[in-house]
């Protein structure tokens, strides 16, 4: 009989847990979907942001601030970009990570912003952009008229997957269109992590026993936002250590271009954007960092750092791998806890940097910047009329 009432108190404890658990879910869930979006269809890019616009983005457990200014790049604040601007003016192109999908102040293009008053940023980073749309993003500005005086293009170890199997171009412009997304072949634990979505207080519970895991050594995450997938051996980021599938279309696989053909359409697309820039006397730069993935399976000399520090050699101003601060911050995790570094570094479950992992991006990018300042072009004067004016005749008393 005590057996029995002590099985009973259980089952009936854990249901009106779950019972609360649900509602409190639900209502949390009915906020987060309340508010718009600033995400919208761009031609020629495909997608990008609505200019002038707020809106609250959640990721993962988290939710931030969106701002975007005239010319619908994100933005510490609401404000009209003018064509030319005093302070020298640096373009930052890359994807989510450089879009920042955390509040503005933590990310590694708001962190260096606020370090340098003296320049002036513009954050032309969308999440799924590649070398694709960062030439087109360059394009836009620079059709715009908007004076630029460096250009830093973050380049992501996904874009590889991106250009081989995820953008096409439509045309000569370079317009780009995407793959419709493949059917994943769920996993059944998929399935529990998917409900797991609306019992929060339950989820948050197994993400602590998870992290222990993590710390302790144990390298298994499967992301509810994005795929269902491990973070720490991604078919997206996997291509610099080891065989990946390139016959499956996106998102599962590199087909039809595969690793090589999609290295190359990187080159290609960079290598027009260098020219273009080259044009005008602008120059370029890359920066390369890493995913969770590397960390784990990769060396400091990565393929991704190979392959950008050559392309580099003749055309860029600055070439910045931040893959030797990482790995230095992975070797300080003491030996009980050997996962300490993606706990300190990334939003856990996810493969984006927190706070500490932007700020690493962030002072990396510092530094360069402050051992060899952008210069700015001079300002073009003002048109003169090519018929001198008459002074006025001053009324004769």
Known sequence: ??????????????????????????????????????????????????????????WGWDSYELVTNSLGFRDEKI???????????????????????IAWRDSFVGQIADH?????????????????NYLNTARMVLGQGVKIDEVIVFI?????????????????????????QQLY????????????RHFLLTSYLFEFFERRLVGLG???????????????????????????????????????????????????KMSLLWQKLAKRNIPISVVVYPYPAQL?????????????????????????????????????CPRIQPGCWYLKLFVFGDFHYNAAGNALVADAVIQSLADEPPTKHPLPLPALSATPQREPERSKK
């Not at 399976?297 to 392959?307: F, G, K, L, M, N």
Request: one cysteine or more; charged letters at 20%; glycine letters at 6%.
């Open 218 to 268: 144990i390298y298994h995450v499967t992301t509810p936002v994005t795929q269902p997938v491990n973070l720490f051996d991604w078919e997206r980021s996997a291509w610099t250590y080891r065989k990946v599938n390139e016959t499956d279309p996106f998102p599962a696989g590199y087909a039809p271009l595969g690793v090589e053909g999609g290295i190359t359409k990187e080159k290609t």
């Open 116 to 132: 340098f008053p003296q320049y002036d940023f513009l954050n032309g980073g969308v999440g799924s952009y590649s070398p694709s």
């Open 185 to 196: 072949l769920y996993p059944w634990y998929w399935k529990v992590i998917r409900i797991g």
């Open 156 to 180: 992501d170890i996904s874009d590889v997957q991106d250009e081989a199997a995820n953008y096409s171009d439509i045309d000569a412009s370079g317009a780009v269109t995407v793959v419709e």
């Open 296 to 332: 784990l399976h990769d060396t400091v000399d990565s393929e991704q750092v190979r392959i950008w520090r050559e392309w580099c050699e003749g055309k860029c101003k600055r070439f910045i791998s931040v893959f030797p601060d990482f790995f230095a911050a992975k070797a300080q």
């Open 1 to 58: 009989m005590k057996l029995a009432l002590l099985l009973s108190s259980v089952v009936f404890s854990v249901g009106a847990f779950l019972t609360l658990d649900w509602f409190h879910s639900a209502s949390v869930l009915r906020r987060s979907t309340a508010t718009g979006t600033c995400h919208a269809p761009v031609p020629v890019r495909h997608h990008g942001f609505a200019p002038y616009c707020t809106s609250v983005e959640h």
């Open 79 to 101: 404000r009209a970009v003018p064509l030319a601007d005093t302070r020298p003016r640096i373009l930052m192109l890359g994807d989510s990570f450089t879009e920042g999908e």
